[in-house]
């Protein structure tokens, strides 16, 4: 095998800024085609992100067969990974290989692979620098003899060249992964291009959803800590779910509360109409939730939701060292007295008029309200 050329190869990579699948597509095609008798290739990652551990693309006698995200819950402690060559690379970091006449140790790859007509599997943990998120390759081939000690050693040099280039992908992922999880997909995307110093904010137009739980004082004095975080993170998850499903931004999480915008970005009608139905769909959700929390004997939520539409900045805010992406403003406040208004009115969801506007369509009135802090009553309105 020419390392030179493989290496040329990979240089020209870094210009061309392929995603890793294609980069991974072309290195194993390169690597058969220098001599390799590859059958079946596969790299896996781990990530960043509360969800899915890691994510894997196999490579299949010439082509990419699929892609896989493993969920991360269980993942660690599930029998397929405590016996697996994975499970042994990530504690040793060092190399896994089995060639045709060794125990094959039960571990069910090795025994689907075998009985394919494997000849030769090994696994190799990429030199990456950032050494806290496994990250490795596994090449399996159907040659009489394998792959040969000369293919072996040629296989993780060649990973050895690829690591550079393939860290460099992933780490971008696992940097959006993070920023997106703590800020929000809008504002995460921002924040990565370059969007972080502290006053550095636009204005934007949209949809505005505040919620916020009713009676949380009270249950926070019942209840012991860890299962009120728990009964917080079943709340947030329904809205979450809602508000994500309708291309939403959730930008904060207030205590109980949370503040949620879906920008207008030239479909103002269509943002709305997205707002809305989240809107509901959390209220659907929370409904279901509840009738789970009272067969654990457990105590009914109840809550407050406002949608409103305004004219917010959007960016960097706080302290030289500390700062928080999200929106202020005064439509931000006006949705916040809304929301407080639900607790008057007894209803679940207030909708304001510049919200109904929007929207085109119109909805039920709940008549002129006053809202704390704004001299006119406003009229207000909830789904019919």
């Keep these: 095998m020419s390392h030179p050329d493989l290496q040329t190869w990979l240089i020209a990579q870094i210009s061309e800024k392929p995603s890793l699948d294609v980069l991974f597509n072309g290195f194993c095609k390169k690597l058969v085609k220098q001599g390799l ?28 067969q699929e892609r896989n995200t493993r969920a991360r819950p ?6 397929d990974y405590i016996n697996s060559p994975a499970k042994l690379v990530d504690d040793t970091n060092q190399p896994f290989r089995w060639r045709a006449g060794e125990d094959d140790r039960a571990m069910e790859i090795i025994v689907n692979l075998q009985a394919e007509g494997m000849t030769e599997y090994t696994m190799l943990p990429l030199p990456f620098l950032d050494t806290a998120r496994s990250a490795t390759v596994s090449f399996a081939t159907k040659a009489a003899g394998g792959f040969g000690d000369d293919g072996y050693e040629a296989l993780q040099y060649a990973c050895t060249l690829f690591s550079p280039l393939a860290e460099r992908i992933a780490l971008r992922r696992v940097a959006l992964d993070a920023l997106t999880v703590y800020l929000g997909a809008t504002a995460a995307q921002r924040a990565f291009n370059g969007q972080i110093e502290r006053g550095d904010v636009s204005t934007i137009r949209a949809a505005i959803l505040i919620a916020d739980l009713r009676g949380f004082t009270l249950m926070s004095d019942r209840l012991e800590r860890r299962e009120m975080v728990s009964l917080l993170d079943r709340w947030f998850g329904v809205m979450g779910a809602a508000i ?8 904060k999480f207030m205590g109980d509360g949370l503040l949620a915008v879906f920008p207008l970005d030239g479909d103002p009608q269509g943002s709305c109409a ?8 959390t209220i659907t959700g929370t409904a279901k939730l509840n009738e789970a ?11 407050g939701l406002a949608l409103h ?7 960097n805010i706080g302290a030289a060292r500390r700062i928080d992406f999200t929106v202020i403003g005064p439509a ?8 407080d208004l639900t607790k008057v009115l007894q209803t679940p969801l207030i909708v304001s008029g510049a919200f109904v506007d929007t929207l085109g369509k119109r909805l039920r009135s709940l008549g002129s309200q006053a809202l704390r802090g704004v001299r006119e009553p406003v009229e207000v309105f909830a789904p019919e």
């Design 309 to 315: 539409v305004g004219d917010v900045e959007f960016g």
């Design 332 to 339: 931000v406040n006006h949705a916040s007295r809304l929301q």
């Design 244 to 251: 994500e499903a309708e291309g939403g931004d959730i930008l």
């Design 37 to 64: 008798p590859i059958w079946r290739a596969n790299i896996g990652l781990e990530t960043l992100h509360p969800q899915d551990i890691g994510f894997s693309f196999l490579w299949i006698e010439g082509a990419l």
């Design 74 to 79: 269980g993942i660690l402690t599930s029998s």
């Design 274 to 281: 997205r707002a809305l139905a989240a809107a509901k769909n």
């Design 293 to 303: 929390l009272v067969a654990e004997g457990k105590a009914a939520l109840r809550f």
